[in-house]
């Protein structure tokens, strides 16, 4: 609290006047990023032309998001701040995996995405390799760099769930943003 009193230039005093305690300043930082979050994922779907585009345009958004951010954040989230993790849990989460879920339908009524794709499936498991890809003991940051870990998931996501029709779309877009 100190330190963030110090960098916007006011008391601890008065930031207590908004936030009762390190926790809730926690949570409501957490609520605020999920709703910006949460709004930027609604606009890159409305932008994209399809959905290797738009999986691919969220991978991107994703990517930037890790490099931002602090390698131990999750870890440091889970233990210290336990409340505000769960938030993560059950809202961000669970919107992510809709959004998923639906990208995936999308993908298969394009022909984009193979027709036997069980879209409940994939999207849980989508989820729960980003749980592990989070997991410091499984990944050590040191080790696999967090932007080099995502671009791997993607290259794996997509390969397995792509038809030839949606492999050709992923080239196309690829070269064109190179």
Known sequence: MDDISRKLGMSKKTIYQYVANKNELVKEVIGHFLLSEHEIIQNIIAESSDAIDEYLSLSRHFLNTVKK?????SFDLQKYYPESWQIIEENHFSFLQAIIHKNIEAGIADKLYRENVNADI??????SKNHAMADENLF????YPRHELLIEFVRYHISGIASEKGLKRMKEILKAQQ
């Open 122 to 127: 994939i999207s849980k498991l989508y989820i």
């Open 69 to 73: 951010m602090k390698p131990t954040i």
């Open 140 to 143: 050590p940051t040191e080790q």
